[in-house]
């Protein structure tokens, strides 16, 4: 299924290492954001987490969302 989700990603040195659908909105990224944020800590430079409204390809992987691609 396509759908507009947030999605946070982890960009290391400018490209995406990591993502992860948040379809219940803005405030849920940005909650996981500041976990993650805090989790990794200061010491690892190039690494920043981001959230973005993205058009994706969404599957259901036994119960939980996964991003198979990224359109926009």
């Not at 982890?10 to 993650?36: A, H, T, W």
């Not at 990794?40 to 920043?48: A, L, P």
């Amino acid at each position: 299924m396509i759908e507009m989700v947030f999605v946070m990603m982890m960009i290391q040195n400018g490209s995406v290492i990591e993502y992860v659908p948040f379809p219940n909105g803005m405030s849920d990224c940005l909650s996981q954001k500041r976990i993650v944020s805090r989790s990794i800590g200061e010491e690892q430079e190039g690494i920043r987490i981001e959230c973005k409204n993205l058009k994706v390809e969404l599957e259901n992987d036994m119960g939980r969302l996964r991003i198979v691609k990224i359109i926009d």
